[in-house]
């Protein structure tokens, strides 16, 4: 008895030293797609990923986005046409890795691109249809990475725009037609 003891404990001990590894992601991507969002990756022999809620509208609040923040190489990001509110980007702020960001036609205003201030390698955002106003522009002069700002439909101003042009000026901003 003792031998077959001593046998399944073997057994065993073999499994999990042969188990694949787990994505210490994993449980907040589930997270992500049990949202309605998707997790992938770049490209084949990529590591860095994309998160988007694509077509998921509304339903998509600040809870929502939470596990992104667990999500290791984001470096995409489409939060466009989600419920989105200035508070729920507190927690992309570590999202370091971070280059483009869709915020267009969310809840965002001045208020919530405080939050995008550490994220030094953003180089395209589009704040289509949002409420961000002159204020909020002011608050992006340190992303020196960030080449693409779309403003149309907010209420950003041609002197609003020229400041942060004076400070970033590689930048091009789309204010609309």
Do not use: C
């Amino acid at each position: 008895m003792n031998s077959l003891l001593s046998l399944a404990a073997f057994f065993q001990a073999a499994k999990k030293q042969t188990a694949a590894p787990v994505d210490p992601d994993a449980k907040a991507i589930a997270a992500v797609e049990k949202a309605g969002g998707s997790v992938r990756p770049l490209a084949q022999n990529d590591d860095r990923r994309e998160v988007a809620y694509y077509l998921q509208g509304a339903a998509i609040k600040d809870e929502h986005i939470a596990p992104i923040a667990q999500i290791k190489k984001v470096v995409q990001l489409n939060l466009g046409g989600t419920s989105v509110t200035d508070a729920g980007l507190a927690y992309l702020k570590n999202l370091t890795e971070l280059e483009q960001l869709h915020l267009e036609k969310t809840k965002i205003t001045d208020a919530g691109l405080a939050h995008l201030k550490g994220l030094k390698k953003l180089s395209y955002l589009n704040l289509y249809g949002t409420a961000v106003t002159d204020a909020g522009l002011a608050q992006l002069t340190g992303l020196t990475e960030l080449k693409s700002l779309y403003v149309f439909q907010t209420t950003v101003t041609d002197e609003g725009i020229k400041k942060l042009k004076a400070a970033l000026p590689k930048l091009d901003i789309v204010k609309g037609w």
